[in-house]
Structure formats: C-alpha cells, structure tokens
Nanobody, 124 residues
Framework: QVQLIESGGGSVHPGGSLRLSCAAS????????GGWFRQTPGKEREFVAV????????YYGDSVKGRFTISRDNAKSTLYIQMDNLKPEDTATYHC?????????????????WGQGTQVTVSS
C-alpha cells in the first residue's frame, strides 16, 4: 500500500520559514517525480513545485519562485520543501504527490499518489 505522509506544517508569522517533509512508502520512490500542491477552501488546487526523479530538474509556481526550495532524498524516500519569507497568501493545506514519469509536471492530473496534507498558516 502506497502512503505519502506530510509533516512540518504549523503557524508562523509573515517572513517566517517552515520546512515540510513527505515520507513515502510502498513504492520505489526514485521512479517518481515528487510534487507539492496547495489548496484553500473555495479555491482550486495550486501547483507549488516539482522535482524530477534524481533531483536535478526542478520547477516552481510563479507565486513561490525565489522563496521556496524543493528537494528530495531518495535514500530516505522523502520529499521536502523549504518555505522562506512566508506570506499570508501562502496559508493553505499542502499536499505532496508522486508521479510515475521520467520528466516533471505541474498538472495535478499526472500524479498517481497523494498525501493527506499538512496545514500551513501564516498570520501576524
């Protein structure tokens, strides 16, 4: 059974930082691109970032570019996202996802497995 379990969410002030982790099990993690998406009630799911299977290819959504950094550790089957200079508009539930592909994608429909999400709240 495939599981993706996020951790590291919480509440921070604007300008603060958080690091989210996503522990994967039940799949060969290195065969999958790893992505982060976020969602708030009443809004569509938003692409945040993706990293390719070996970690060398990365792509970010425009709203987080320059502030967030995605990475992975295939030996630990774990996906990360470092979030710096957080803004109130970053408040959302963050989900990690895995896509069985050789490249990368920002399209949620391309992802095979999803985590339940972790809440990030940015407020003063």
């Amino acid at each position: 059974q495939v599981q993706l379990i996020e951790s590291g969410g919480g509440s921070v002030h604007p300008g603060g930082s958080l690091r989210l982790s996503c522990a994967a099990s039940g799949l060969t993690f290195s065969w999958y691109a790893g992505g982060w998406f976020r969602q708030t009630p009443g809004k569509e799911r938003e692409f945040v970032a993706v990293v390719g299977r070996n970690g060398s290819i990365k792509y970010y959504g425009d709203s987080v570019k320059g502030r967030f950094t995605i990475s992975r550790d295939n030996a630990k089957s774990t996906l990360y996202i470092q979030m710096d200079n957080l803004k109130p508009e970053d408040t959302a539930t963050y989900h990690c996802a895995a896509a069985h592909m050789t490249g990368i994608s920002h399209n949620a429909d391309d992802y095979d497995y999803w985590g339940q999400g972790t809440q990030v709240t940015v407020s003063s």
